[in-house]
Structure formats: structure tokens, C-alpha cells
């Protein structure tokens, strides 16, 4: 399926809420070097959320090669693995502002879902993608819900 909106459960993946229990999950973001060479980062969802089904937010590390990739292209996709089915979604993204007393400094996006794709097997259920293990829980949940609230500020 390819349509400009997220499902169901990636909505509710990437909605911001109960993130103690979603905190095994990350995702791949893919951008695109000046060598024209794909580049690969890690994504969690105390980094993203979604606004709606056509509009998330990200809140990435600055200066790394993923934010100067996005800022070069406004280009992304990200992947996710999620009700047995693996997901592709490209963005479009523009930066914004940086908040001057944001206690988690990043550079912020807002990114509209240009397409949505699910891709399943139908002689095999895809059943888990990348999954972490937080060194310190407590600290980083609380991190990610701070940086979640000031990724939604405008």
C-alpha cells in the first residue's frame, strides 16, 4: 500500500505517549550523503512523534551526518517494523526554530509523510526490527518526554 498516511499502529507507535513501554523500539532513518551514498541512523521514539498521520516531528543530534543530510535534502525515510509488516516512509522536512531554553538542545524538523508503504510476507510474519536495551530507563524516558514536549513547542 503506498498513501500519504500513516496506520493505525505506527499513529499510535509514534504518538508520544507511554513511552516506558514502547522503549525497546528504534527505528532506521535514511538520508542520503553529498557522495550520493545512503546513510543510516537510529531513531527512538523519544526522538519522533507524530502530530497527525501526515505530520511528525523530529528531534535529532546536531551536526551529525542525518541532520546535515536533512538540512541539505529536506529528504528522509524512515523504517519501522510494526504489526507484523515492515514500514517505509518518506518525508519531506524542514527545520525549526531552535528553542533558546530547550533543556535537551537539538535540531528540531517538522516532516510531512510524502508516501506510507507497508510490505508483509505471506508465508512469514516479520516480528520484531531493531530493538534496544536502555542502559539507564528512568533517566532516558524522562530525557525523551522532556525532549518530546519541547519538540512540540512551536
Not at 525515510?77 to 510494526?82: N, Q, R
Request: glycine share 2%; proline share 3%.
Amino acid at each position: 500500500m503506498t498513501n500519504p498516511a500513516l496506520s493505525d499502529h505506527l499513529f499510535m507507535l509514534f504518538d508520544g505517549n507511554n513511552l516506558a513501554r514502547k522503549q525497546h523500539e528504534a527505528f532506521m532513518l535514511l538520508t542520503v550523503t553529498e557522495q550520493n551514498w545512503p546513510h543510516t541512523a537510529m531513531i527512538s521514539v523519544g526522538e519522533i512523534v507524530a502530530l497527525s498521520r501526515t505530520s511528525l516531528r523530529l528531534s535529532l543530534w546536531e551536526n551529525t551526518t542525518t541532520t546535515r543530510n536533512i538540512i541539505r535534502t529536506g529528504q528522509a525515510t524512515l523504517t519501522a517494523v510494526s504489526n507484523h509488516s515492515a514500514c517505509y516512509i518518506q518525508l519531506s522536512l524542514n527545520r525549526l526554530p531552535a528553542l533558546e531554553e530547550a533543556k535537551h538542545p537539538r535540531a528540531r524538523f517538522a516532516a510531512e509523510v510524502v508516501s506510507y508503504r507497508e510490505d508483509t510476507a505471506k508465508y512469514a510474519d516479520i516480528i520484531s526490527g531493531v530493538q534496544i536495551q536502555l542502559k539507564e530507563p528512568a533517566a532516558v524516558i524522562e530525557r525523551w518526554e522532556e525532549s518530546l514536549r519541547e519538540l512540540l513547542q512551536n
